[in-house]
């Protein structure tokens, strides 16, 4: 479970390919979702863990570590 502002959605995922999660931010304006864990955005190989800032309209699918 993720601690989300109440402007990001965040939907956890779990498979035969990992753990993880999908933040959309939805109201145009920034936002923030604290991570159960540290993992990395497929969409742009950047390394996430701890509390992460959310742009508005964006979107991050996290792969946990």
Same mark, same amino acid.
């Given at each position: 479970?993720? =601690?989300?502002?109440?402007?990001?959605? +965040?939907?956890?995922?779990?498979?035969?390919?990992? =753990?993880? =999660?999908?933040?959309?931010?939805?109201?145009?304006?920034p936002?923030? +979702?604290?991570?159960?864990?540290?993992? /990395?955005?497929?969409?742009?190989? =950047?390394?996430t863990?701890?509390?992460?800032?959310?742009p508005?309209?964006? /979107?991050?699918?996290?792969?946990y570590a």
């Amino acid at each position: 479970v993720c =601690a989300a502002t109440e402007n990001v959605l +965040v939907v956890p995922r779990d498979g035969s390919g990992g =753990a993880g =999660a999908i933040i959309v931010e939805l109201d145009n304006k920034p936002g923030s +979702v604290t991570l159960p864990k540290s993992g /990395v955005d497929l969409l742009t190989g =950047a390394a996430t863990s701890g509390t992460v800032e959310v742009p508005p309209y964006g /979107v991050s699918v996290v792969r946990y570590a």
